[in-house]
């Protein structure tokens, strides 16, 4: 199960490098801290350099959103000098460099960001936006749950979060939300009833998904032959990835500028990435030295109904058991190879992190493999990159560089 784990690991650490930069922003000050209005988004600090042309304005967040998209970064600046951020939603914010030489990097260098458009306004946004998740109904309480953990070394204060989450998941009867909240059974006191009555919940909501029969049979051995009853009947596979990531994006306060949403959703995403991956052994051990009907087809349930790459890897892993063909198996693991290279197509600008170019691709590829499925967007992607690839060789073929004299 290694390429599974790469995969998960993987995602969650290219989503984990923007989230490490929000761990050292400096804190805000204790009367910041206790500040009761929120931070005026749409009026910019006196640091910061309105955009050529539009400034922002309470009645033009999109043009001023806009103005942060397409502006341009001036040339390097020394390397104790000013950095220049593009802040997607406020412009572009100048802040004076370190002694260590970090003014030599500009769109980056998070930390050096102040209080007013740092840690303090991320922190408010994010207040606002569990008001608005814990205000929803009890799929987003649980959304809500999730990002509200307690933190680690407080037995009661845990048990009463997992006891919450378990409960508004089991009054939602979303299947989605009945398997975040599996995250929250380390917490209580039988944590085997607790992911046993989730998982039975799940099958329940969400009879034709294979995952949910499979996670049944894993935590309930003794009830496997009903389980595989189940799998028979499932007509497709949903992990349902950034999935938490979706929920958030469609909750955030319309004013929250861009740049506090990108960072939102890296949180929401790292979280997505965290989910354990769906325990493959129970089939596995069922299917260790069978060729029967029922592995071939879940076998192929993964590979041809699945919405992930790691739906993909589980197909194959299981089709080699299955007996599958060697040329076959090659050929999914040419595609999860060429896949792979795909899964970060939004991938961060270095230069402009939080500027409106990557946030906006970061918010297409959330709402995308939301509505699309991963395993779509990806393939997707992956068609639409090879006319560019094979365009790019046939123009080096072409056009050769010159031999030097």
């Avoid at 938490?244 to 306060?253: C, D, E, I, Q």
């Avoid at 790459?309 to 595609?335: K, N, T």
Wanted: with cysteine; proline share 9%; hydrophobic share 45%.
């Amino acid at each position: 199960m290694n390429r599974r784990r790469v995969v998960v690991l993987g995602g969650l650490a290219v989503v984990l490098v923007a989230l490490a930069a929000w761990v050292w922003w400096p804190r805000a000050a204790p009367e910041e801290q206790r500040a009761e209005v929120p931070f005026p988004w749409l009026r910019a600090p006196t640091t910061i350099e309105p955009m050529p042309g539009a400034a922002p304005s309470a009645t033009e967040p999109h043009a001023a959103a806009s103005a942060a998209s397409g502006a341009a970064l001036p040339a390097r600046t020394a390397a104790s000098g000013p950095v220049a951020h593009d802040l997607c939603g406020l412009g572009r914010i100048v802040v004076p460099g370190s002694a260590d030489g970090g003014g030599d990097r500009e769109g980056g260098a998070l930390p050096q960001l102040p209080a007013p458009v740092g840690r303090f306004a991320f922190e408010d946004a994010q207040r606002r936006l569990l008001q608005t998740l814990a205000g929803g109904d009890a799929r987003l309480r649980v959304a809500a749950g999730l990002l509200q953990q307690p933190t680690p070394g407080d037995p009661a204060a845990e048990a009463a979060w997992a006891r919450g989450l378990v409960a508004d998941a089991l009054a939602s009867r979303d299947a989605q939300a009945l398997r975040w909240a599996a995250t929250a059974c380390p917490f209580v006191d039988d944590e085997g009833a607790c992911r046993r009555r989730l998982v039975r919940a799940r099958v329940q909501a969400e009879p034709a998904n294979a995952l949910h029969w499979l996670d049944w049979a894993a935590e309930e051995p003794g009830s496997a032959d009903a389980a595989w009853a189940g799998l028979a009947r499932a007509q497709y596979w949903r992990e349902h990835p950034l999935g938490l990531a979706g929920v958030l994006l469609a909750a955030v306060p319309p004013d929250v500028p861009g740049y506090l949403i990108g960072s939102l959703s890296m949180e929401a995403m790292a979280r997505d990435a965290a989910f354990p991956a769906p325990p493959l052994d129970p089939a596995l051990q069922r299917c260790r030295g069978v060729t029967g009907p029922d592995c071939e087809r879940l076998a192929r349930l993964l590979v041809e109904r699945g919405d992930s790459v790691q739906s993909l890897m589980l197909g194959r892993e299981l089709g080699e058991h299955a007996g599958w063909a060697p040329a076959q198996l090659q050929r999914l693991d040419d595609e999860v190879a060429a896949l792979q290279k795909q899964e970060h197509h939004w991938a961060v600008d270095d230069k402009r992190p939080l500027g409106c170019e990557t946030i906006e691709r970061q918010r297409q590829h959330i709402a995308a493999v939301q509505r699309d499925g991963e395993l779509a967007v990806l393939r997707r992607n992956l068609a639409a990159a090879r006319p560019a690839s094979a365009a790019a060789a046939t123009g080096a073929a072409t056009n050769p560089a010159p031999t030097p004299r």
